[in-house]
Each structure stands twice: as C-alpha cells, then as structure tokens.
C-alpha cells in the first residue's frame, strides 16, 4: 500500500526534507508531489482549505505529520483548529500524527486528548513509514 497524499507540518526546512525522503526511499508514496509541506499551522490550515475548495486531487492528505515547535500556532493549536475542521466539511483525513524531538509523557498525553492518531518521535524512519503506509495507504 502507498500513501496517496502527506502534509508535513513543520516549520523546520531540515527535518520537512528528511521526511520527505524517508517517505519516498521507503515507497511510501509514489513521488514527491504527493508530499505537501507547510512551514506552519495557518499555512497548512490554508492548503487544506484552498485544496479542497479547488479540488485539488492531492487533497485531503490521507496522512498528516504536525510538529509541535512552530511559531505562531503551534502543533497543539494546529490539531484544535483540524479535528473541527475536518469534521465541518467531511473529510477523507485517515491519521493526524505528532511528529517531534520532544519525549516529554506529557506531550504525549496532551496529543492523546486532543485526538491525534499518535506520537511519532523525530525523525521519521523507514519502518515508521512504511507501517503509516500499510495502514493508511490505499
């Protein structure tokens, strides 16, 4: 199974690259316009509002990684605007998952009660994506 679309949600360029590599060198997704990225909540809430009302044919992902470090509104912010969001205008969003440097137990629970799918800790390895997309993919 493949990942028909991701959203990296993160404003460190860096890690948005490794990511993307890591999801492509482990066949995740067919090619790389299949991995969107934002450098920031408001930005990604801006592509999944923008995709949908365009009907963009990479949109919604199936699979969204949310940093919780960003200026402005943080990963935390992001997933209290999505969930209503997604439920607002239906949806087709498979797994909403923290992807972070932060081990911290309360990060964790935090992303739980908000209603993230999981915590991933950074960065994003071979198996880790493989597994997403086995699970998520289509």
Known sequence: MKLRSVLLVDDNPFDNEIHT???L???AVESADQIHVALSGEAALTL???GLRDGMPHHPPRLVLVDINM????????MEKLAPWIK???VDTAAVF???SSVRQSDRERATALGFTGYITKPLTRD???ELANRWGT
Do not use: V
Not at 71 to 78: A, D, Y
């Open 128 to 130: 880790m994506a493989l």
């Open 25 to 27: 060198r482990a066949g």
């Open 71 to 78: 200026p402005g509104m943080n990963g935390f912010e992001f």
């Open 48 to 50: 999944l509002a923008e």
């Open 98 to 100: 923290m992807l972070s």
């Open 21 to 23: 590599l890591t999801l």
């Open 88 to 90: 607002a205008n239906d």
